[in-house]
């Protein structure tokens, strides 16, 4: 278990360099010019023009470019943005929005999505299962733009339950509403997921076996079906972790969330490269991570599989 | 244990009818069926899959699948009508009043929990776990026959082979000494000496605590020697019932007369054999068409940190199979006789020694050859639900080795098809069909003939009978030997069944831990066997006293 995981934090290094190569590159080959969009389009004189150039390395090469950015990497230097903050204080500010409104979307489609996906399992074929299967057919077919914006609508501004938009704190309570939109869509394939996976097990020889023990329904539910249901819909979570974070762009644009979805989204139109790449860099290793945890998780719930 | 002076059945089930809603309606699984079981005594119920038994056994302990339900009749336990009892009154009676041991230990422990807490569990659930519940944990496993349990307790299931599993089930079944077991084919997936080995102990275990025990078994052998009272059952019906000794010796139902006819464990016995394709001096004299020598087989197995262990699966094993004839390799599981099919298969290579088929050793074949070879060599597998694609319509299952192959036009091939459809005993309408739509044996029978298409030397059959019910095996083992005498295939036959190898092989060679420990003609091996191992094997065929 121990050379797994050194092993799988090893795997980190190319990966990051990759993914983060690939984004600079990407900002790079984007038609238009940085220096002008900061100016606002108004003409420069030649020789600020080029000192700006020469501060942000826009004069370099591309290698040269990506090799002066690994290098600052090392020293946790991130750049500059346009605007002349720090990228890293910029990103100290918006990461633990996002994050917050992440696992608060996590825990929500994890908490309903197996509750009510145990139960839509047990019950196959009657009312209430095809109720939920309907609901959350409908949930997945509609865009989260437009879910996002009804709620905001109907919980936010009529019915006056949560506040319509976030502030500058984006405390806990204020995401709520913004999580629950953000974890929707999840919410309604973790119920499936887990509904299907319920129908697959409870048929199983050890439940039937575990029944004819003499336990109650109860515990042949929650010891023999849902541990050995929960291993895909682990799998489902932990991968979901990653879009939840880098899917937020949505969501935070319609709650004026400041997190890292909306800095990502602004660096995006303004070409500030290192913006956009610190940003995708800490979003590839929140993914690799999370995908590291779920296969950390398998080991617990399935003892057959061994991490040698 | 139990203090049943005056003789009141324990479990009595009248006139007991059971109905499936299926959505093309519903399906009498069970028709007027009744049994008695006296305290303390073994009933054994009869039958092919699909019979009824096991459905009437499950009723009885309120297990029925979900779309089932008792239409008619009573099912009395100590007096108690539960036929129609609530899910409560079951939880009440499951584990301390009535027990069961399932069918497969390989799917019936839930392999995320350790044994020791699935033993547990079954013990709080009766409350009986006292004060130390890993004591009695131990005691129960023990009990079950199970060496070391306090160290076996701490681990998962997929660490137990499947004789350990089966003691651990039949730890679980007894845990809370009920007074009527329900055994649902206890021991049919296991080897023949471990089977041996576990029914004695459950034997001892029932009769040392008196309880009743309801053995269901498609093995008439196996029922009249373990049981006192046996009742057959046939499409949902019974059709005899009796004392074990007299219903073997005097059947009186057609049906049953065709089950000991057919079971190969008491025509093991008798030493039957169905008429073999060629003459045995013929058999002696013909060209060997397969010549091993020396085979060995080595596995690396993997023990964590990048340490490796050596396994030697087959050990230096060498014989030969003459043209035209059928040469069984027997073995417990983990004897290395699979391992010999698939190198025969060249689906596996060889660690050293040859495998020379008709001159040609197959190790050094070149990709052509080897193509070559395959069409010469065809394979029968054990599962016939697993070995054909559900995707697959029969037609393009046995067409496809022809395409493959490259051999005639659309036209000619499915006259081909219709051909081997029909050699199987299957109608030509069967080519339309998908697996999904058939029986177990009528699955082989189309395994059969995809394996047939290449028109091929000879098969290897790797326990390609081991699923199937004793009559529909008896059909597949004669379609195998008709086959043979048509067309002079040469069969290469794995099997862990002794009493399948007395049926059909000519030649037998016994495998031990890798190691071949005795060959021979089948009459010299089942005769006069030289081998403790093999003598073994013999005397564990159910059903051995009986004749």
């Known amino acids: 278990m121990l050379a797994f995981t050194l092993k799988r934090f090893l795997q980190l290094i190319p990966v990051f360099i990759g993914a983060t190569l690939l984004v600079y590159f990407l900002v790079f080959a984007t038609p238009g010019d940085p220096i002008s969009a900061l100016s606002g389009g108004k003409p420069m004189t030649p020789a600020v023009e080029s000192a700006l150039r020469a501060q942000y390395n826009l004069d370099q090469p591309f290698w040269v470019q990506y090799g002066l950015y690994l290098k600052n990497l090392v020293t946790l230097d991130l750049g500059m943005s346009f605007s002349g903050q720090e990228v890293r204080d910029l990103l100290a500010r918006a990461f633990p929005v996002t994050a917050r409104l992440a696992v608060m979307a996590l825990a929500i489609e994890a908490v309903f999505g197996i509750f009510f996906g145990v139960i839509a399992g047990m019950r196959k074929g009657k009312a209430f299962d095809s109720t939920v299967l309907i609901l959350s057919l409908i949930v997945i077919a509609i865009p989260t733009f437009v879910l996002g914006f009804v709620l905001q609508f109907v919980v936010g501004v009529k019915l006056e339950w949560a506040k319509p938009t976030v502030s500058g704190g984006a405390t806990w309570g204020e995401l709520i509403l913004p999580a629950v939109v953000l974890g929707l869509v999840s919410f309604a394939y973790v119920l499936r997921l887990t509904r299907t996976s319920i129908i697959e097990n409870k048929q199983a020889d050890y439940v039937r076996t575990a029944t004819a023990k003499g336990l109650s329904r109860g515990r042949v539910i929650n010891v023999h079906i849902l541990r050995n249901s929960l291993i895909p819909v682990v799998t489902f979570l932990g991968a979901d972790l990653g879009s939840l974070m880098g899917g937020a762009i949505v969501t935070e644009g319609i709650f004026n969330v400041p997190g890292v979805g909306n800095l990502l989204y602004r660096a995006i139109l303004k070409g500030e490269t290192p913006t956009v790449v610190a940003v995708v860099g800490v979003l590839v290793i929140v993914f690799v991570l999370a995908n590291l945890i779920v296969d950390m998780l398998y080991a617990l719930l399935d003892p057959r599989i061994r991490y040698a | ?547």
């Open chain 2, 1 to 547: 244990m139990v203090q049943n002076s005056e003789p009141k059945p324990l479990l009595e089930i009248k006139d007991l009818a059971i109905t499936f809603s299926t959505p093309d309606g519903p399906v009498n699984a069970v028709r007027n069926a009744n049994l008695t079981v006296m305290p303390g005594e073994t009933v054994a119920i009869v039958g092919e899959s699909g019979s009824g038994k096991s459905t009437t056994a499950l009723a009885a302990i309120g297990l029925l699948p979900s779309n089932g339900e008792v239409s008619a009749g009573q099912i009395l336990f100590d007096g108690e009508d539960i036929s129609k009892a609530s899910e409560k009154r079951f939880v009440e009676l499951r584990g301390n009043h009535i027990g069961m041991v399932p069918q497969d230990p390989m799917s019936n422990l839930n392999p995320v929990w350790k044994i020791g807490f699935q033993v547990k569990e079954t013990l709080k659930a009766n409350g009986l776990a006292g004060s130390n519940p890993k004591q009695r944990v131990a005691q129960v496993l023990a009990d079950a026959g199970l060496p070391d349990p306090e160290t076996r307790m701490n681990q998962y299931p997929h660490e137990f082979s499947g004789g350990m599993r089966q003691r651990a089930l039949i730890a679980i079944g007894l845990a809370c000494r009920p007074r009527l077991l329900i055994a649902d084919e206890p021991t049919s997936a296991l080897d023949v000496t471990v089977q041996q080995q576990i029914l004695d102990h459950l034997d001892t275990m029932t009769s040392e605590l008196g309880t009743a025990v309801l053995l269901i078994t498609h093995d008439l052998g196996l029922a009249a020697e373990r049981a006192e009272k046996v009742i057959v059952m046939y499409k949902g019906q019974v059709v005899e019932s009796g004392p074990a000794l007299e219903l073997l010796r005097n059947p009186q139902h057609p049906y049953t007369k065709r089950l000991i006819n057919s079971a190969p464990s008491l025509a093991a016995q008798r030493g039957d054999k169905h008429e073999m394709a060629v003459d045995e001096v013929v058999a002696e004299k013909s060209e060997p068409l397969l010549k091993i020598s020396n085979l060995t087989k080595v596995f690396d197995i993997r023990k964590g940190f990048g340490r490796k262990e050596k396994f030697t699966a087959v050990d230096k094993v060498s014989f030969e199979i003459p043209k035209g004839t059928t040469t069984a390799v027997v073995g417990e599981s983990g004897s290395g006789k699979s391992t010999i099919a698939q190198m025969v298969l060249n689906l596996l290579d060889a660690t050293s020694g040859d495998i020379v088929f008709d001159g040609q050793a197959i190790g050094k074949l070149s990709e052509r050859e080897l193509f070559k070879y395959r069409r010469r060599v065809q394979p029968i597998f054990q599962d016939p639900y697993g070995s054909l694609d559900p995707m697959y319509s029969i037609y393009r299952t046995i067409e496809e080795p022809l395409r493959i192959h490259g051999i005639g036009n659309q036209a000619s091939r499915e006259k081909k098809v219709k051909e081997l459809l029909g050699q199987v005993s299957m109608p030509a309408s069967t080519m339309h069909r998908f697996p999904n739509e058939l029986s177990g044996g009528q699955r082989q029978r189309i395994a059969i003939a995809r394996a047939l298409a290449l028109q091929p030397e000879m098969i290897v059959c790797d326990e390609a009978v081991s699923a199937l019910d004793v009559l529909v095996q008896a059909q597949v083992l004669e379609l195998l030997d008709e086959l043979q005498r048509e067309l002079g295939l040469t069969y290469l036959f794995i099997t862990h069944d002794l009493a399948v190898v007395r049926q059909i092989a000519d030649n037998v060679c016994v495998m031990e831990h890798g190691k071949l420990v005795e060959q021979g003609t089948v009459d010299e091996i089942f005769e006069n066997a030289k081998s403790d191992y093999t003598r073994n094997l013999l005397s564990a065929i159910p059903g051995a006293s009986l004749i």
